[in-house]
Structure formats: C-alpha cells, structure tokens
C-alpha cells in the first residue's frame, strides 16, 4: 500500500509564489512515477506536470511550462511542485499521483496511487 499526502496549499495573490509538497510511504518502490494534477470545479482533472524518481527530464502541461518547477528529494520521498507567477486560472485543488512505469501519461486513469488534494487560491 502507498500513501501519498499533499501540504502547502493555500490562499495567495495573483503573481505569487507556492510550493506544494507530496509525501510518499508505505510501498513506494512500487512508484516510478510521480505527478501533479489539479481539478477545478465543475472542471475535469487536469494533468500539470510529472518526474521520474530517476530525475530525468521532467514534464509540464503547456499552461504551466516557464511558471511551475517540479523536483523531488529521494531520501525523503518528496515531491514538490514551486509554483511562481500564479494566476487566478491556476486555483483548483492540487492532487498528487504516483505509478509504476516510466511513461509520463497525462490521463489520470493511468495513475494508481493519489492523495487528497490541497486547495491552492489565487485572488485577482
């Protein structure tokens, strides 16, 4: 079993900076890959971004590439997304997912394990 738990969301103005962060335990060699997702409402769940553990290039939606970074920190099995430049656009509620196998999918059907959100608000 995997428990992935999500942190530092909250409310910011727009052209401010976030970091969220996810937490991964239990079984985490089960995961390959880790991303980001968000969901506003009455919207579907989008895709934002995605690493492997390895630490190879990691992947951005078009709507965030330039603004958000991805990164981890292995030894705590962390990922993290910095969020920089928000806009009113970007609030939804943030979720964490994590998968086996290396392929960066954008559909969150092929993601196995996820968090419980954290709520990021950008006022205008």
């Known amino acids: 079993q995997v428990q992935l738990i999500e942190s530092g969301g909250g409310l910011v103005q727009a052209g401010g900076s976030l970091r969220l962060s996810c937490a991964a335990s239990?079984?985490?060699?089960?995961?390959?890959?880790m991303a980001w997702f968000r969901q506003a409402p009455e919207k579907e769940r989008e895709f934002v971004s995605a690493l492997r553990w390895s630490g190879d290039n990691p992947y951005y939606a078009d709507s965030v590439k330039g603004r958000f970074t991805i990164s981890k920190d292995n030894a705590k099995n962390t990922v993290y997304l910095q969020m920089n430049n928000l806009k009113s656009e970007d609030t939804a509620n943030y979720y964490c997912?994590?998968?086996?196998?290396?392929?960066?999918?954008?559909?969150?059907?092929?993601?196995?394990?996820w968090g419980q959100g954290t709520q990021v608000t950008v006022s205008s």
């Open positions: 239990g079984r985490t060699a089960s995961i390959y890959t």
């Open positions: 997912a994590g998968k086996s196998g290396p392929f960066f999918y954008t559909s969150p059907v092929q993601y196995t394990y």
